[in-house]
């Protein structure tokens, strides 16, 4: 196979002159493997980047789009639709926890959250509210790489830059990663569900009728995973309800079997106002993005003279004919192969291999909740991240595996119908690496 040259790709999230030293480059990918420019086939670890729950290249989903494409490429959905975003539409609906109604479609997370963003405050307008201008994200919270997002997100690396023209009346809740009193938990951990009464306290500072919405992820994912405190979220509820704001779950991780249910929220228990989504949306075989709300905001917008638009947001392929053809396959998958179901039944096999690193001296923490799990390495003194991004190259070469490494956190993500097997195999390579790194 010919060599790939490199130098043109600016690269998302890369170190790229560190990456095209040695390139690690993809050419093909079925069920839970890639194969490499060089013929190797790897384990995926991250079924992409928590994308195709139901591996790679899965036939059902590829025949869908294959037939779409054959048959209507396009067609606008600006005072136009077609049949396929309809009913991708009422599929999504109808896994959607009760009081969901309508979706706005979108083609990635980050474009979700903004777009969730924009409705919070067109709500509040519409509702005679105007003066709600205020949005509430959280520390560490990844929301996107959208003004919109990084204004409400929580990474430092990805606002510094920017933070210039980050939006004005934006404020953050503490974040409730706590390794010193919840190291090594399994699932939610015990301590922190106090840590909700922050937006009490935003609440008293910026008055809490200034407030449009508070964005969380149910379980923050990009930052480390890290699951919510016992009572946490209950009490965010709770405190957006007495002072009329939007809860906002950015579950474009969590959603569609991630956590063992079709939506996180159902997990967790407790229910937002507004939901957004991607990634598994349509296995991520095309990007799509969606944003739920419930039947009281889209109620709320349509409202003035009927032939005018209410909301005035969108995008070119809002809807796209080929992703929800896609994403409609996708959730046939899921149905048919009780995939949802299958998540739930590998949860514990998952935490207990993650588990086993608990006493490994060069581990400082071990988090997990559904299919998504984090071990946490110690950095090295003076390079943090260096660590992580070892046993992640060593990883690719050294054992035919994919893992993620976010700095010194590696994190994982196993296929919604992955074999315990593979699992198995899969962790004893990356136990043979961490053992080996300095």
């Known amino acids: 196979m010919n060599a790939v040259t490199t130098d043109a790709l600016w690269m998302p999230f890369t170190a790229n002159r560190d990456f095209k030293k040695k390139p690690r480059i993809i ?19 991250f079924s992409g980047l928590w994308t195709t729950g139901v591996g790679h290249c899965h036939p059902k989903i590829v025949e869908a789009v294959q037939q779409q494409v054959a048959k209507l490429d396009y067609a606008m959905t600006f005072q136009m639709g077609n049949d396929k975003s309809f009913e991708l539409a009422e599929r999504v609906v109808d896994l959607a926890p009760e009081g969901f ?4 479609f979108t083609n990635s ?15 509040h307008r519409a509702r005679g509210e105007g003066h709600r201008t205020r949005l509430i994200g959280r520390e560490k919270g990844y929301h996107g790489v959208n003004f919109g997002g990084m204004s409400v997100g929580g990474i430092v690396p990805n606002r510094k830059v920017f933070s210039a023209a ?9 974040h409730t990663l706590d390794i010193g009193r919840n190291a090594f938990s399994r699932g939610m951990p015990a301590h922190g569900a106090e840590l909700a009464d922050d937006l009490e306290r935003l609440c008293v500072l910026h008055d809490g009728s200034n407030i449009a919405a508070v964005i969380v992820e149910p379980i923050v994912g990009s930052a480390g995973i890290i699951p919510p ?27 569609f079997g991630r956590v063992g249910k079709a939506f996180g929220a159902e997990r967790v228990g407790v229910t937002p106002d507004i939901i957004t989504t991607a990634k598994g949306l349509t296995n991520g075989v095309i990007p799509m993005g969606a944003v739920l709300v419930q039947q009281k905001i889209y ?10 638009v209410e909301l005035f947001h969108g995008y070119t392929y809002s809807g796209h004919p080929v ?5 409609i396959a996708t959730m046939d998958v899921y149905e048919e192969e009780g995939i949802f179901e299958q998540s739930m039944a590998l949860e514990d096999t998952f935490a207990d291999l993650l588990h086993s690193f608990a006493d490994h001296d060069k581990v400082i923490d071990v988090r997990n909740f559904g299919l998504m799990g984090a071990i946490e390495l110690a950095p090295r003194d003076g390079a943090p991240g260096a660590r992580g991004l070892e046993t992640h190259k060593r990883c690719f070469w050294e054992e035919d595996l994919v893992m993620r490494n976010a700095m010194d956190v590696l994190s994982f993500s196993p296929f919604l119908n992955s074999k315990v097997d593979e699992m198995e195999q899969s962790f004893e390579a990356i136990r043979r690496v961490v053992d080996a790194i300095d």
């Open 27 to 45: 050419c093909d990918a079925q069920g839970h493997y890639y194969t490499t420019t060089d013929g190797r086939r790897l384990y995926d670890t």
């Open 101 to 104: 109604s309508n979706v706005f």
């Open 299 to 308: 109620d709320a917008m349509m409202q003035g003279p009927e032939h005018m």
């Open 323 to 327: 992703a929800a053809a896609a994403g």
């Open 166 to 174: 980050l939006l004005p009346g934006v404020d953050h809740l503490r």
């Open 109 to 123: 997370g980050s474009e979700s959250v903004d777009t969730a963003l924009k409705i919070a405050l067109a709500f």
């Open 229 to 255: 405190p016992v009572g946490y979220l209950e009490k965010l509820r709770e405190i957006c309800d007495r002072h009329g704001i939007l809860l906002i779950f950015d579950e474009v991780i969590a959603a």
